[in-house]
């Protein structure tokens, strides 16, 4: 028997599970009238925040998410969009993270991110239903039980239940990400899956503020597994807004010596045009490993970069 | 200087003064957060381990260890006996501070044997070490589903995953850095 390459065979079960998934995924938006779309993955610059780094081509950059193009379709009329896309952001590399992967995007006219919350849940389901997992899913030693609705819980709540510190508390020392990470994350999604809620104001800089507490915007992170699976905004539509919070995140991209982005100015000038609408963009690759109980990103896709 | 990103399971970097190996890492990064690398530490001079999360404007100096080629000679209980080739020379290591390597020393390998201030505090190894496989279940001639994987012993004890055509009393090569499979080895 020809050895070939053992490490590419082996991942035969967990490839035609990934075809599957992405064959269910078109299905169900084009069952609900979503187009697909496809943008380009070379762009002069993508959405100046701080804690993301797109890789340098040429002079321009690979997308780190397909988002501004998307909502520059939804500003022309494009009601009801999704693509899956290949995005690349530097640095990224861990159980969870390749440095190029796959996103799923849509968008939705009249939505905001209650309403993506509800598509979300279908969107499992329907998967579920097309792979024959049933309504328990079982991911290595747990059983997630994906019966609808699920919990949704605010970031101050967790915060509350299961980190040593309150949410203000690790703000205040500059350590919330790593709160949530080591004490708050393992704890989500575990029997079901869980939307964390209502992130706070300054980690959102494309999404609207809560209209009762401005401190918090509106945002959402699905969990499965203790994993992040798929982040929601109510998108923000005001330029002016807009200007002012990518201003600021370029500003800090600048006091740490990171390479400036150009203003998105074409996406910029859309938004008024941009009708109200809730964006979400979903891991593929992490919701591949739910499904076929991987522990490493790296075996749901033929390559990685350390195998090339 | 290390940076962050250099981070990874293996790496000796100095702390507060003392040579201390990352015995595990993981990257963590929350979707609109920063990058954490967080890492178990083992303090070679004392073997304490801890658990410590750096951010990616963290910088380190590598541990000030002299590495010396020597290699393995034998295991006797929980010590292992590396030589000088030059001098003759023997030092010893304990199965702790051998740690992982263990699964892949086979007598006579050429091995750089770490110390500090002259005291041997670990081992490192080739990338990819040969080994022969000491325990596996037969192949079942027809069993070519493809991709099917099969654990098999090998001759330091040590057990992986390998394809299902592999027989004992074969050589393999082995990545030392993740202990996978890598290819079978003609003698």
């Known amino acids: ?308 | 200087m290390y940076t962050a990103s250099d981070l990874r399971k293996g790496l000796r970097i100095k702390l507060e003064g003392d040579p201390h190996i990352i015995v595990d890492f993981n990257f963590v990064k929350p979707g609109k957060g920063q990058a954490l690398y967080r890492c178990k530490l083992k303090n070679m001079l004392t073997g304490a381990q801890f658990d410590r999360t750096f951010r990616s404007v963290d910088v380190f100096e590598p541990a000030d260890l002299q590495e010396k080629k020597m290699q393995f000679l034998y295991r006797e209980e929980d010590k292992y006996c590396f030589m000088d080739n030059e001098t003759f020379e023997q030092v010893y290591l304990t199965e702790d501070q051998v740690g992982d390597m263990k699964n892949f020393l086979v007598e006579n390998l050429e091995t750089e044997v770490l110390l500090f201030e002259n005291r041997p505090l670990g081992v490192s190894l080739p990338n990819a070490v040969d080994l022969y496989v000491k325990v596996a279940e037969p192949w079942a001639k027809g069993d070519t589903v493809a991709g099917k994987t099969k654990p098999v012993t090998l001759e330091t004890g040590y057990v992986i995953q390998v394809p299902p055509f592999i027989e004992a009393g074969e050589k393999i090569r082995v990545d030392t850095r993740t202990g996978e499979y890598l290819t079978r080895v003609k003698d």
């Open chain 1, 1 to 308: 028997m020809a050895e070939g390459d053992w490490h590419l065979t082996r991942k035969g079960a967990n490839l035609k599970t990934r075809a599957a998934l992405l064959e269910a995924i078109r299905r169900f938006f084009n069952l609900r009238g979503y187009l697909e779309v496809e943008t380009p993955i070379r762009i002069p610059g993508p959405a100046p925040e701080y804690h993301i780094d797109a890789v340098p081509s040429g002079d321009w950059f690979l997308q780190t998410s397909p988002e501004l193009c998307m909502k520059r379709l939804l500003a022309a009329g494009y009601d009801r969009i999704f693509q899956i896309a290949r995005c690349f952001r530097e640095g990224e590399r861990g159980g969870l993270h390749l440095p190029e992967f796959t996103i799923l995007e849509w968008y939705e006219a009249g939505g905001d991110y209650t309403s993506m919350m509800k598509t979300c849940e279908d969107l499992i389901l329907f998967i579920a239903d097309a792979l024959s997992l049933g309504r328990t899913i079982s991911y290595r030693d747990l059983a997630i039980d994906i019966t609808p609705p699920w919990p949704r819980i605010t970031v101050r709540e967790a915060f509350a239940s299961h980190a040593p510190v309150s949410l203000e508390e690790a703000l205040a020392a500059s350590s919330f990400d790593e709160i949530l990470t080591a004490h708050v994350e393992p704890h989500l999604g575990l029997d079901r899956p869980v939307f964390l809620t209502d992130y706070p104001a300054e980690m959102a800089s494309l999404a609207k503020l809560h209209p009762r507490d401005p401190t918090v915007a509106q945002r959402c992170e699905l969990y499965l597994a203790g994993m992040e699976m798929a982040n929601a905004f109510t998108e923000l539509t005001d330029e002016e807004e807009q200007r002012r919070r990518f201003a600021r995140e370029e500003a800090r991209r600048r006091r740490a010596g990171k390479k400036p982005y150009p203003s998105p100015e074409a996406f910029l000038a859309c938004l008024p045009s941009m009708p109200e609408a809730g964006g979400i963009a979903l891991g593929v690759d992490r919701l591949v490993m739910i499904v076929t109980g991987a522990a490493r990103i790296d075996d749901v896709v033929a390559f990685t970069p350390e195998r090339l």
